[in-house]
């Protein structure tokens, strides 16, 4: 027989009951708890601005911050390694881009596999350009060939990392141009900038993100691919040289092993991005374009380029 006393103390039990299950259904809810998103490249560089934009936009559409940590080192692979050894549970993503991720497998033995990583979205696409302090001698990319011709690897090239995404584009252009220049490795686009501007290194490639942040400081010579991203600057198509595999696609990586479910919460938080106002207005301040790809559907682009990545490593190393 139930008196008064016991009714309520079941009744209280009942709902604390519920309550804890409610607050486990709540914790297990994802994303539960802030994001981190690793970049293994240093700061400065187009992919620390173009994250520094997105991540502080998404937490709208996730409910959870996204937090950039930058984790330079060994050409990407410091920070590309830590993502592949954390839990899949959508906690710990990478930020990185294809050279990286499908080209490097061809010129080191790797800690990891593009196979230990599955794309939850290409952010966006951008090429790079040949640039030079305003005060170089160089006024167009030809004065610049010409120079290194007349004094093979006098001219210092400094790129963002071995393999990396404007390391290849330069060299497979020294290479065609038939001249060569001393290549000199920085932890990112963003030191390699700072080695330019220091008069360290005598030119470099840029993204129109770094570009547009130094002011009168550069000079443009020459941008990669058909298409002119600067009105008055020459693509290489137009100066006679190929185009080239300079295009970078800003690619965002979990671990393999995510829930579908949470990958779904993921992706569908970036589609929501591409129709915010003030995610567009930065990203167009930035210089940079808001074409996203859906993951399954870079994977193929993915599997491509790697085919396409071999035989051009194959091509450059000759081995």
């Known amino acids: 027989m139930f008196t008064p006393r016991k009714l309520t103390s079941l009744v209280l039990g ?3 009951v519920m309550a804890l299950g409610g607050s486990k259904a709540m914790a297990d809810e994802y994303p539960s708890k802030p994001i981190s998103l690793v970049l293994p490249l240093g700061a400065g560089g187009s992919h620390d ?3 520094r934009v997105f991540t502080s ?6 409910g959870q911050a996204m937090v950039v940590k930058l984790m330079p080192g060994a050409s990407g692979q410091k920070g590309t390694a830590h993502v592949a050894n954390a839990k899949p549970d959508g906690y710990t993503l990478l930020f990185s881009h294809n050279f990286f991720d499908e080209l490097q497998q061809y010129t080191t033995k790797l800690p990891y596999q593009p196979s230990d990583f599955e794309t939850v979205v290409r952010l966006n696409y951008a090429t790079p350009s040949v640039v030079v302090l ?8 030809q004065d610049l060939l010409d120079d290194m011709r007349t004094n093979p690897g006098k001219i210092t090239f400094g790129h963002s990392g071995n393999w990396g995404a404007i390391m290849v584009p330069g060299a ?3 290479s065609e141009a038939g001249v060569k220049a001393t290549l000199v490795p920085h932890k990112g686009g963003g030191p390699a900038m700072k080695a330019l501007l220091a008069g360290d290194v005598d030119f470099s490639m840029a993204f129109p993100s770094v570009i547009g942040g ?3 400081k550069l000079r443009v010579l020459a941008s990669l691919g058909s298409e002119r991203i600067f009105d008055d600057v020459p693509t290489l198509k137009e100066l006679g040289y190929t185009p080239g595999v300079g295009l970078m696609n800003r690619i965002v990586l979990a671990p393999k092993g995510m829930p579908a479910a949470d990958m779904k919460k993921l992706r569908d938080a970036f ?11 930065m990203m167009k301040k930035l210089g940079e374009n808001t074409e996203l790809m859906m993951g399954p559907e870079y994977e193929k682009v993915r599997m491509q380029q790697s085919e396409q990545y071999e035989k051009l490593v194959k091509a450059i190393t000759g081995n």
Request: aromatic share 8%; net charge positive; charged share 15%.
């Open 14 to 16: 009942a709902a604390l």
């Open 49 to 51: 601005l173009n994250s």
């Open 57 to 62: 936009i998404i937490p709208s559409y996730l």
């Open 134 to 141: 305003a005060s170089s001698p160089w006024m167009t990319l």
């Open 172 to 174: 497979l252009l020294l």
């Open 214 to 216: 130094q002011g009168d």
């Open 271 to 281: 589609v929501a991005l591409q129709k915010d106002k003030t995610y567009n207005r």
